[in-house]
């Protein structure tokens, strides 16, 4: 299977399938001497891993992660890049593959199942192989190591929107999204959630949601006119992560609905003499090229396909048959779908960097 490498200067490339022994990925390009360690990039893994709540997978996963190559601890002790490879690993210890069992010759509805035997003939119906949202762990551990190039970039990301059911923008809270266990900003919303949530759960359904990923001090210049893009990268990397349909930049779709006099992001001298706009609906990107205003992105997951509601389907052989899936599975899996979008963020700009420094020069 190929097409499992993402970015440019910045690259890395995931491995390991949902119930396989473990999961990790390998980041090429990262520059030399950054100071790196388990413990940073295991915070960012902690936010994303299962079970933390009963609005999210019951699967059992520390996510430990093991560094394996690329580093070297200097005189004083600290351990820093080298510039060469950084391999990346993950364990899987809590897999349950007779979970699976009776969904092994039929197709679920919505899932990849049908696509990849199409293509492939072949298929891991064991919680989905590659396409099961559990490779997006790989995907924080490597957008862990991507926010040592940017340090001096923000990345923060929330849900805003469960279902058909969004949050009061007026009431939005950065310090929030840590305090519930759906990552979100309003903590009106947070709680009309976990009624709304626990009703589905209990059904054995599911729903959808949209997440909205802000990058702040984004230098101007990232990106590059037609083919390379800031926002076409941005929009690539949260297209690839598993179950999301849809992405947008800034007003996205709404701009449709504006007038130019609306959308126009009109432009002053601020204090330190430099062009400041008034309105970011262009979110933070002009051109294909940064503007120095937040980098704005939403992406919409859709609901897990993975439900108990029995569903028509057909068999590998050609029969006509309902399928429930039994086993452990996220109600909203947009919700950990928040910190892997922070991680294709970082893993971008840092691409973009690199690839301006190389360009242009500077630091």
């Not at 490879?85 to 364990?91: A, C, D, K, R, W």
């Given at each position: 299977?190929?097409?499992?490498?993402?970015?440019?200067?910045?690259?890395?490339?995931?491995?390991?399938e949902s119930h396989g022994p473990a999961l990790g990925c390998v980041i090429d390009g990262c520059p030399p001497l950054l100071p790196i360690s388990e413990q940073e990039i295991q915070s960012y893994l902690d936010r994303r891993k299962?079970?933390?709540?009963?609005?999210?997978?019951?699967?059992?996963?520390?996510?430990?992660?093991?560094?394996?190559?690329?580093?070297?601890?200097?005189?004083?002790?600290?351990?820093?890049?080298?510039?060469?490879?950084?391999?990346?690993?993950?364990?899987?210890?809590?897999?349950?593959?007779?979970?699976?069992?009776?969904?092994?010759?039929?197709?679920?509805?919505?899932?990849?199942?049908?696509?990849?035997?199409?293509?492939?003939?072949?298929?891991?119906?064991?919680?989905?192989?590659?396409?099961?949202?559990?490779?997006?762990?790989?995907?924080?551990?490597?957008?862990?190591?991507?926010?040592?190039?940017?340090?001096?970039?923000?990345?923060?990301?929330?849900?805003?929107?469960?279902?058909?059911?969004?949050?009061?923008?007026?009431?939005?809270?950065?310090?929030?999204?840590?305090?519930?266990?759906?990552?979100?900003?309003?903590?009106?919303?947070?709680?009309?959630?976990?009624?709304?949530?626990?009703?589905?759960?209990?059904?054995?359904?599911?729903?959808?949601?949209?997440?909205?990923?802000?990058?702040?001090?984004?230098?101007?210049?990232?990106?590059?006119?037609?083919?390379?893009?800031?926002?076409?990268?941005?929009?690539?990397?949260?297209?690839?992560?598993?179950?999301?349909?849809?992405?947008?930049?800034?007003?996205?779709?709404?701009?449709?609905?504006?007038?130019?006099?609306?959308?126009?992001?009109?432009?002053?001298?601020?204090?330190?003499?430099q062009p400041h706009f008034l309105s970011n609906h262009a979110g933070g990107v002009l051109g294909g090229i940064s503007?120095?205003?937040?980098?704005?992105?939403?992406?919409?997951?859709?609901?897990?396909?993975?439900?108990?509601?029995?569903?028509?389907?057909?068999?590998?052989?050609?029969?006509?048959?309902?399928?429930?899936?039994?086993?452990?599975?996220?109600?909203?899996?947009?919700?950990?779908?928040?910190?892997?979008?922070?991680?294709?963020?970082?893993?971008?700009?840092?691409?973009?960097?690199?690839?301006?420094?190389?360009?242009?020069?500077?630091?």
């Amino acid at each position: 299977m190929s097409h499992n490498t993402f970015g440019s200067l910045f690259r890395f490339t995931t491995w390991g399938e949902s119930h396989g022994p473990a999961l990790g990925c390998v980041i090429d390009g990262c520059p030399p001497l950054l100071p790196i360690s388990e413990q940073e990039i295991q915070s960012y893994l902690d936010r994303r891993k299962p079970g933390q709540s009963k609005y999210t997978t019951q699967r059992r996963e520390p996510d430990q992660v093991k560094i394996l190559s690329g580093t070297m601890t200097d005189e004083e002790g600290v351990l820093r890049t080298t510039g060469t490879p950084i391999s990346l690993m993950i364990e899987n210890t809590d897999q349950r593959s007779k979970d699976y069992s009776e969904i092994k010759e039929r197709y679920r509805p919505g899932h990849a199942d049908y696509t990849y035997d199409a293509k492939y003939g072949i298929r891991d119906y064991r919680g989905g192989g590659r396409s099961s949202a559990r490779e997006t762990a790989a995907r924080v551990a490597a957008g862990a190591v991507a926010r040592l190039v940017v340090p001096d970039i923000s990345i923060r990301a929330a849900l805003v929107q469960m279902g058909p059911h969004k949050i009061n923008r007026e009431n939005w809270d950065w310090a929030e999204v840590d305090n519930n266990p759906f990552f979100c900003p309003d903590k009106e919303a947070a709680t009309f959630y976990a009624d709304y949530l626990d009703d589905l759960r209990k059904s054995g359904s599911s729903v959808g949601a949209v997440i909205e990923v802000v990058a702040e001090g984004v230098p101007v210049g990232l990106g590059a006119p037609v083919y390379g893009k800031l926002d076409q990268d941005i929009a690539s990397a949260m297209m690839s992560i598993n179950a999301v349909k849809g992405v947008e930049i800034g007003n996205g779709f709404e701009a449709a609905a504006l007038t130019g006099e609306e959308n126009a992001d009109e432009m002053r001298i601020g204090s330190d003499g430099q062009p400041h706009f008034l309105s970011n609906h262009a979110g933070g990107v002009l051109g294909g090229i940064s503007s120095g205003a937040p980098v704005i992105a939403r992406f919409a997951v859709k609901p897990t396909s993975s439900i108990l509601t029995p569903r028509k389907s057909v068999t590998r052989s050609g029969e006509e048959v309902d399928v429930m899936t039994k086993g452990r599975h996220d109600p909203c899996v947009g919700i950990r779908a928040v910190p892997v979008g922070e991680a294709m963020m970082a893993c971008v700009l840092a691409d973009h960097f690199l690839r301006h420094r190389g360009q242009v020069g500077g630091k």
